[in-house]
């Protein structure tokens, strides 16, 4: 019997192997992106003006994304292609999931119907991404005349409720995890079946059982000299070997259901055949099929950003130190930032400026201009020419510089607290609740840019060795220059000293620079209420700025240790279009160019 397991232990290897091979090589890329690409030519037919197309983000019609189809092999024109047939019977867009009469994915239904909906569409969306993994189409996927359709996808479709922003985030995370998967092939493809596992699972259940409750168990009573260990007349022995064979059934078991029955790609292969097949639209089909969606496993995010603060660490510790250089360095990501659980406020921040922006990001200086907090001086003097890791500093020192201003100011409050009106109370809570929301906002996204800076320079869009160095070089420079403050309030005195100079010292760059919009900031902006909300809303403007890139790679290697936030935000621009870096060659151009171009826009206009 032991013999028997083993030899069902190497066929369910063998069966792992062959979902490896089967997912992951690059073969089984190339194969996957030649279907989706060849699928997606049908898009452009359902653009407005193209044919009469519509298309409505809500209900997903005109929509044509790709869940499940047969493929079909053939050559044509001296090439051979693997084409799923558009609008068959056999083929399952999003759009004919959104239309689907069932209870089960019915539009309009309860909270589940949209959720198993979703997990289709996130499926759909990962074999779109998964575009961007091939060599032909890194950083760059281009469907004619989509740009709006796609925008309009997110901030239309996904951003629609506003009562329920984060649901795009819980789509893309389904999408990641679907890509996840792929890459590190825990799990099957949708077009396999399940039966050689299913019968392997069942031989392995009915042996190990058979061997728990064996005769030879159950009757064991050792004879002559015996090695067993007895205490008190009781065979140790014998209840290990049980507790063993007790432990090999539920590791099976929960194997079996975690990786196949209860994954996201069975549920979606269950899902389709009910699409396609009317006849098991009834509850004695559905009741299963809806507690198989409900049970989830495995989750691919971890759900926590990296933390880095430049100016808190302008005092070396010195067993940091000793341990950062006996590790050549190699432990300076865990010695110098924290991990945290991201809030929804955070979240919400940046989904409710994508939404805000239709799509279309910038890197928010025009509008810091339209409101009066930058103006072109300063914008020549600390933010012309920088290229992403400069514009991220140069912010990250400033808004470091307010929070240690808003230490100061709660300090001043709180000696005259006593003096405050029972009337203006009530108003000022609702103030304070606000107040700590926004900063919350900006200084949690600000040290998550500086942790990407220092620690994952890769996913940000802008020379990885440049990105590293100003994080280095920036910490070295406050090392010095603020190495003698005892507080964060002398901190903040001498670096506001430092702002209200009206130049740039190059000795302490990007200090200097930060300081002096810094200044601008507290000069401009005379309560903490709205500073704080300028700052929120521009750091999460920042997010999306720095989101699109064409670092693919980096973000699918990043997925092996729990994934980022930024990656989310990646993904998510994707499908709304916004595919390129965002910048230009050679960084920001000034504020006075792109006012002259808007204005020769609005002259060629009339």
């Not at 979902?19 to 279907?35: D, F, H, K, M, P």
């Not at 909906?117 to 074999?127: M, P, V």
């Not at 209840?239 to 979606?268: A, G, N, P």
């Not at 699918?556 to 993904?571: K, V």
Request: overall charge positive; glycine content about 6%; hydrophobic content about 40%.
């Amino acid at each position: 019997i032991l013999f028997l397991l083993w030899c069902l232990s190497v066929v369910r290897l063998g069966l792992r192997c062959k979902a490896y091979r089967s997912t992951c090589r690059s073969r089984g890329l190339i194969r996957e992106n030649q279907v989706m690409f060849e699928y997606m030519k049908y898009e452009p037919l359902n653009s407005p003006g193209i044919q009469g197309g519509v298309y409505n983000a809500e209900t997903m019609e005109g929509y044509i994304y790709l869940v499940d189809g047969k493929e079909v092999k053939k050559v044509q024109y001296g090439e051979e292609v693997i084409r799923v047939s558009y609008r068959e019977p056999e083929t399952v867009d999003v759009a004919r999931i959104w239309q689907c009469k069932g209870k089960l994915l019915q539009y309009g239904g309860d909270k589940g119907a949209s959720r198993r909906r979703d997990l289709c569409l996130s499926f759909a969306l990962f074999r779109i991404l998964r575009l961007r993994f091939a060599v032909d189409h890194v950083g760059n996927i281009f469907f004619p005349f989509q740009s709006d359709k796609c925008r309009d996808f997110v901030v239309k479709g996904l951003l629609s409720d506003d009562e329920d922003l984060d649901r795009a985030f819980r789509v893309v995370e389904a999408e990641l995890g679907f890509l996840f998967d792929f890459f590190y092939a825990r799990y099957p493809s949708i077009k396999d079946t399940l039966a050689p596992d299913l019968i392997v699972y069942a031989a392995i259940l009915a042996t190990s059982i058979f061997t728990l409750f064996s005769p030879d168990l159950l009757k064991y009573q050792p004879t002559g000299v015996s090695a067993n260990i007895f205490i008190h007349g009781f065979n140790l022995d014998l209840l290990v070997t049980r507790l063993v064979i007790v432990w090999y059934i539920l590791l099976e078991s929960y194997q079996f259901l975690s990786l196949f029955i209860f994954s996201d790609w069975h549920k979606v292969k269950m899902l389709c055949r009910y699409v396609r097949k009317e006849s098991w639209h009834m509850a004695l089909v559905e009741i299963p099929l809806k507690v198989l969606c409900y049970f989830t496993f495995s989750k691919y995010w971890k759900g926590s950003i990296g933390q880095y603060f430049i100016l808190d660490n302008a005092h070396p510790h010195p067993v940091k130190s000793f341990l950062s250089w006996i590790s050549l360095e190699a432990l300076d990501s865990s010695l110098m930032t924290k991990s945290i659980s991201l809030p929804l406020d955070v979240r919400e921040a940046v989904l409710r400026q994508l939404k805000a922006i239709a799509g279309k990001v910038t890197d928010g200086r025009m509008w810091l201009y339209e409101m009066g907090i930058v103006d072109l001086d300063l914008d020549r003097d600390c933010l012309l020419g920088h290229t992403y890791a400069r514009y991220i500093m140069t912010w990250h020192i400033a808004t470091s510089i307010c929070s240690y201003g808003k230490e100061v100011a709660e300090l001043n409050a709180r000696k005259q607290a006593a003096e405050l009106i029972a009337s203006k109370q009530e108003n000022a809570s609702k103030e304070a609740v606000e107040l700590m929301k926004n900063h919350a906002v900006a200084t949690k996204l600000s040290g998550y840019c500086a942790y990407l800076m220092a620690f994952k320079p890769d996913l940000v869009p802008d020379s990885t060795y440049t990105s590293l160095s100003m994080a280095r070089g920036t910490l070295h420079n406050a090392r010095e220059f603020l190495g003698k403050c005892k507080s964060n309030k002398e901190k903040y005195d001498k670096l506001i000293a430092l702002g209200k100079i009206q130049s740039t010292n190059h000795e302490v760059r990007f200090l200097s620079e930060g300081a002096r919009i810094a200044v601008y900031l507290v000069e401009k902006i005379k309560t903490e209420e709205e500073r704080w909300r300028v700052l929120a809303t521009f750091w999460a403007n920042m997010m999306l700025w720095i989101g699109s890139s064409d670092r693919a790679v980096a973000h699918a290697t990043s997925m092996a240790t729990g994934g980022e936030f930024i990656t989310l935000i990646w993904a998510l621009l994707t499908h709304a279009y916004v595919v390129d870096k965002l910048q230009e060659n050679g960084g920001n151009s000034g504020l006075h160019m792109q006012l002259n171009k808007n204005q020769d826009g609005q002259e060629a206009t009339s």
